[in-house]
């Protein structure tokens, strides 16, 4: 009976215990599906919505032809690609140049594509690029700060400026003063100013004008430092003017007026000077208050008279231009700068009122030298000594010699009276003619061998 009983309680235990295994088991496998539901719902939340617009983050996968394919992270294993022109601001010749294979880059979301199998999204770089250079010109705008950035191209209105973004200088506000030629700017890096910013628009204003003013100030002040009047220095001609020229001293412009670039008469300075060529040129004077340098060209170059004797020997034979017609005769380039005098007596073998009769200014005609005076700059010319003088009969002379020989004296003496008045009349008259290198002597010419004067006692 007691066997019976002990069986029947063991069977009890093992019913009981299965029974308990059972129960764990249930409980083991609902926990478990509990588990994974979790997990998935964890998953799904994690899963990131993308709208365009958005900024996500890609590993890169592969290259495809002109595009970079990436993975998006974060997005339940959504792809996008980054075509070529989207990598960067400035053309890519080498798309490893911006990103390589397994890099992780920022990007912007452009807009889904309908071709899945190009990937799920269009996505650009150079937007994220650009949102954050936005971010640091308006930090720099606020703060009133400066930039520096390449020139890239000039249009109508004023220069491209590369600024990490597009940005625009106006004509108006590249210099302090009117530039009519953008090319030299073209390949330049130049400082700016933030004027105008507007992001959404896509709008960067610049200006080099105030920051130019100030670098051309201080040069200025340390160029006028270094200058001395009657000093020789090398300068660049750095524009040309009506009434000069403009030479670049390193900081400083300085003025050479037009009667200050040649020795001769100057009708326009293009003729002489190029803009950008290098001369030398002579200080005349400097203004440091009003910031004016006055220079000369001229003075550094050989004067005209230099070597003349050589140059114009007496007897020699030269060819001139007529440059001016006076009462008395004729002034003559002979050289640049260098003027004789033919004196009326000497333009031709017959008499003549005036040298209009005979010359008119411009006209280019042979001279000879008839005397040089280095000293006092001056060359007596003659026109007629290169001309062979005509024949005159021999009965003319004789009747004019018994003439001359039967005149009573008293009317010579009254003809000389008479042509020394009028001779002091017209020196009278035309003292504003007179050309000071000249004495009274030269203007008078051969006249004076004309006249019949007693003989001293």
């Known amino acids: 009976m007691s066997e019976f009983v002990e069986e029947n309680q063991n069977e009890e235990t093992l019913e009981s215990t299965e029974s308990v295994e059972t129960t764990e088991e249930t409980e083991v496998e609902e926990t478990e599906a509990v ?48 075509p070529r022109n989207e990598l960067s601001a400035t053309h890519v010749e080498d798309m490893t140049e911006v990103v390589n294979i397994g890099d992780q880059i920022e990007l912007i979301v452009v807009k889904p594509i309908k071709d899945k199998e190009n ?63 953008f090319s030299p700017y073209v390949g330049e890096t130049l400082e700016f100013k933030i004027i105008e910013i507007e992001p959404t628009e896509n709008r960067l204003i610049l200006s080099h004008k105030e920051i130019a003013r100030k670098e051309r100030e201080e040069k200025r002040a340390e160029a006028m430092e270094r200058l001395e009047e009657g000093a020789v220095v090398e300068g660049t001609v750095a524009r040309l003017v009506n009434f000069g020229a403009f030479i670049d001293l390193g900081g400083v412009d300085g003025l050479v007026h037009i009667s200050r670039i040649a020795h001769e008469h100057v009708d326009k300075p293009s003729d002489y000077l190029t803009p950008g060529e290098t ?39 030269l060819t001139g231009t007529v440059k001016r017609l006076v009462n008395f005769g004729a002034f003559v380039e002979v050289f640049p700068g260098v003027e004789g005098l033919v004196h009326i007596s000497e333009i031709a073998h017959e008499h003549i009122s005036t040298p209009q009769d005979k010359l008119e200014e411009g006209q280019e005609i042979q001279v000879k030298v008839l005397s040089v005076n280095p000293e006092e700059n001056r060359l007596s010319l003659s026109i007629k000594a290169l001309e062979e003088a005509p024949a005159r009969e021999e009965s003319q002379d004789s009747d004019s010699n018994e003439r001359s020989a039967s005149r009573p004296r008293r009317n010579r003496s009254n003809r000389r009276n008479n042509n020394n008045a009028s001779r002091n009349t017209n020196t009278r008259s035309n003292d504003n003619d007179l050309d000071t290198s000249f004495t009274f002597a030269d203007m008078l010419g051969s006249q004076l061998e004309d006249l019949d004067l007693p003989e001293d006692n």
């Open 279 to 317: 001369i030398d040129v002579k200080v005349l004077s400097v203004d440091p208050e009003e910031g004016r340098v006055s220079l000369s060209i001229k003075d550094t170059l050989p004067g005209p008279w230099e070597d003349i004797e050589e140059k114009a020997p007496e007897g020699s034979v």
């Open 35 to 82: 588990e994974s539901m979790e997990t998935m719902e964890d998953a799904l939340d994690s899963v990131k919505e993308i709208s365009v617009g958005d900024k996500v983050i890609g590993d890169v996968l592969a290259f495809d032809d002109n595009q970079v394919r990436v993975s998006i992270q974060e997005s339940g294993g959504l792809e996008g690609v980054v």
């Open 119 to 181: 990937g799920n999204y269009l996505l650009s770089k150079k937007r994220v690029d650009a949102m954050k250079v936005w971010d640091e010109l308006k930090v720099k705008f606020e703060n009133e700060e400066t930039i520096k950035a390449p020139v890239k191209n000039k249009v109508k209105g004023g220069l491209v400026v590369d600024a990490g973004v597009r940005g625009f200088v106006p004509a108006s506000m590249i210099e302090d003063f009117f530039v009519e030629d």
